[in-house]
């Protein structure tokens, strides 16, 4: 069998999965509400919110489309996985021109566009505004500081525990977005006027909306709004990294990274284990497939919608169109509002619920960078490949402290954080969704057998939504007048 540019896969049948059953299925799911934790954010809680007042409502099918986008885009690097136990990333190095190249072009990629650590700061935000009683100012830099580094400090320990830092993160982001969840269906549903429901109704099924904002000229903002729609970047693609961890398909023989504390009999193959399309395997594998479904679909694409939905509608509510409000201003006339009429404690929850949103995902900030680069290396890299399987927490934690100390060091910067360099961010996350999408479909028509590769509409999915973005990012970088692409062009004389 074609094992492409890195070693041969062991040979396995595959395991069969549990019985789907109510508590089976609580036991199974987890990847997806990780990814729903990740997706969960700043771009949720702070951007989000001030684009759907500029627009009414007018973006929600945008993000529906998004998200549809992204769920084919998952349950196809999924796919990968159940059938290699390895993460997609591994079979993209499978390719040409190498494992070498492919590893670098990714963490280069990485560098560029989600090495930037700002969820601690605004999760500082938060928490120093439930401390003061009112949003920080200037004046209280020091104390966001310092709270931005508890913040980072408190995320970082999270992964040191739990056998599996899989089992940690997964305990963790469940919590959480159970707690974010119910506050939010709480307020959606006793303080939102029909009206405010029938708006973000109506741009949810307004399909003639992409045509109305393709012809606008505000490309950064719908592309910034894009970007922090369901998970975006490589984020996708790391889903399959957590289901190799949980134990899905053939991930369950080729083992997990262990935690600090409680993981010392764990370990991580360098490479995958394959098995034969036997009939009894591929029962196996549509059985597999129903916890994928159930796991993607039902929990995080329906969680990602709603996790966009709910912010801004309780936005719409509470926002008056046109204010001039920008990332924790929409965040705190928000609180305003739901104080005001459901009392001043409601203005606490409402700040600290936006805590529960920026934590979750500067939790996934600290855990998926270090995750995707130490799989690359391990897999990628002669070196790291001659390393003993135990040694895989060695690589991840080392790479862990690099991250975090990065980090530490942002948050001392004190830096500002204006709508426009959060949206040009956002655009710049735009970049690495779209050769996931092209590669994964290489991937799979390469290496599966043809009696688990995806149908061909799904392929034609993935391959428009590539060209969707790749169209997108061209127009935030060169046709809206604050692109980076055309002010650089400015400069040279060439526009």
């Given at each position: 069998?074609?094992?492409?540019?890195?070693?041969?896969?062991?040979?396995?049948?595959?395991?069969?999965?549990?019985?789907?059953?109510?508590?089976?299925?609580?036991?199974?799911?987890?990847?997806?509400?990780?990814?729903?934790?990740?997706?969960?954010?700043?771009?949720?809680?702070?951007?989000?919110?001030?684009?759907?007042?500029?627009?009414?409502?007018?973006?929600?099918?945008?993000?529906?489309?998004?998200?549809?986008?992204?769920?084919?885009?998952?349950?196809?690097?999924?796919?990968?996985?159940?059938?290699?136990?390895?993460?997609?990333?591994?079979?993209?190095?499978?390719?040409?021109?190498?494992?070498?190249?492919?590893?670098?072009?990714?963490?280069?990629?990485?560098?560029?566009?989600?090495?930037?650590?700002?969820?601690?700061?605004?999760?500082?935000?938060?928490?120093?505004?439930?401390?003061?009683?009112?949003?920080?100012?200037?004046?209280?830099?020091?104390?966001?500081?310092?709270?931005?580094?508890?913040?980072?400090?408190?995320?970082?320990?999270?992964?040191?525990?739990?056998?599996?830092?899989?089992?940690?993160?997964?305990?963790?982001?469940?919590?959480?977005?159970?707690?974010?969840?119910?506050?939010?269906?709480?307020?959606?549903?006793?303080?939102?006027?029909?009206?405010?429901?029938?708006?973000?109704?109506?741009?949810?099924?307004?399909?003639?909306?992409?045509?109305?904002?393709?012809?606008?000229?505000?490309?950064?903002?719908?592309?910034?709004?894009?970007?922090?729609?369901?998970?975006?970047?490589?984020?996708?693609?790391?889903?399959?990294?957590y289901v190799r961890d949980k134990g899905w398909g053939m991930g369950s023989l080729v083992g997990a990274i262990p935690s600090a504390?409680?993981?010392?009999?764990?370990?991580?193959?360098?490479?995958?284990?394959?098995?034969?399309?036997?009939?009894?395997?591929?029962?196996?594998?549509?059985?597999?497939?129903?916890?994928?479904?159930?796991?993607?679909?039902?929990?995080?694409?329906?969680?990602?919608?709603?996790?966009?939905?709910?912010?801004?509608?309780?936005?719409?509510?509470?926002?008056?169109?046109?204010?001039?409000?920008?990332?924790?201003?929409a965040a705190a006339v928000q609180a305003d509002g739901i104080a005001r009429v459901a009392g001043p404690a409601f203005w606490y929850?409402?700040?600290?619920?936006?805590?529960?949103?920026?934590?979750?995902?500067?939790?996934?900030?600290?855990?998926?960078?270090?995750?995707?680069?130490?799989?690359?290396?391990?897999?990628?890299?002669?070196?790291?490949?001659?390393?003993?399987?135990?040694?895989?927490?060695?690589?991840?934690?080392?790479?862990?402290?690099?991250?975090?100390?990065?980090?530490?060091?942002?948050?001392?910067?004190?830096?500002?954080?204006?709508?426009?360099?959060?949206?040009?961010?956002?655009?710049?996350?735009?970049?690495?969704?779209?050769?996931?999408?092209?590669?994964?479909?290489?991937?799979?028509?390469?290496?599966?057998?043809?009696?688990?590769?995806?149908?061909?509409?799904?392929?034609?999915?993935?391959?428009?939504?590539?060209?969707?973005?790749?169209?997108?990012?061209?127009?935030?970088?060169?046709?809206?007048?604050?692109?980076?692409?055309?002010?650089?062009?400015?400069?040279?004389?060439?526009?």
């Open positions: 069998m074609d094992a492409g540019g890195l070693p041969e896969w062991g040979r396995a049948d595959l395991p069969e999965p549990p019985p789907l059953t109510l508590s089976n299925a609580r036991r199974m799911i987890g990847p997806g509400v990780i990814a729903m934790g990740l997706a969960l954010g700043a771009g949720e809680w702070l951007f989000g919110p001030v684009v759907t007042v500029r627009y009414q409502g007018r973006l929600m099918f945008v993000v529906l489309l998004v998200i549809f986008f992204q769920s084919i885009l998952n349950t196809e690097c999924i796919r990968y996985t159940l059938y290699t136990g390895e993460p997609i990333f591994s079979g993209y190095m499978r390719l040409k021109p190498g494992s070498r190249f492919w590893g670098a072009f990714f963490i280069g990629i990485d560098v560029g566009t989600n090495f930037w650590p700002g969820l601690a700061l605004t999760a500082a935000t938060a928490l120093a505004a439930v401390y003061l009683g009112a949003m920080p100012t200037s004046a209280d830099s020091t104390l966001v500081t310092w709270l931005a580094v508890a913040v980072l400090l408190l995320a970082a320990g999270v992964v040191l525990f739990g056998g599996k830092v899989y089992n940690s993160v997964e305990r963790a982001m469940k919590v959480l977005v159970s707690l974010v969840f119910l506050y939010l269906l709480f307020v959606a549903v006793t303080m939102i006027e029909g009206a405010t429901w029938r708006k973000i109704a109506l741009g949810t099924l307004d399909v003639t909306s992409i045509f109305e904002l393709a012809g606008g000229e505000e490309f950064l903002i719908v592309g910034a709004f894009v970007a922090y729609a369901g998970l975006g970047g490589f984020g996708n693609a790391t889903i399959s990294n504390v409680g993981g010392r009999g764990l370990k991580l193959s360098h490479v995958g284990t394959v098995f034969p399309p036997t009939e009894p395997n591929l029962r196996r594998w549509n059985d597999w497939w129903r916890y994928v479904r159930l796991d993607q679909y039902a929990v995080w694409a329906f969680g990602s919608f709603m996790g966009m939905l709910l912010p801004s509608v309780i936005a719409l509510q509470f926002i008056e169109p046109g204010a001039a409000v920008s990332e924790w201003g929850l409402t700040i600290l619920c936006g805590f529960f949103v920026l934590f979750s995902s500067q939790i996934g900030g600290i855990e998926i960078l270090p995750r995707r680069w130490s799989d690359l290396l391990w897999t990628g890299f002669p070196g790291f490949r001659e390393l003993d399987e135990r040694w895989i927490r060695r690589v991840y934690y080392s790479v862990v402290g690099l991250y975090l100390v990065w980090c530490l060091i942002i948050a001392g910067l004190q830096l500002d954080s204006p709508l426009y360099i959060a949206a040009l961010m956002a655009n710049l996350r735009l970049f690495p969704i779209i050769p996931t999408f092209i590669l994964t479909v290489f991937v799979n028509r390469r290496f599966l057998p043809p009696e688990l590769r995806p149908p061909l509409w799904r392929e034609v999915v993935m391959l428009v939504a590539g060209a969707c973005y790749t169209a997108l990012l061209i127009a935030t970088l060169f046709l809206d007048s604050r692109g980076v692409g055309r002010k650089l062009l400015e400069v040279l004389g060439l526009w």
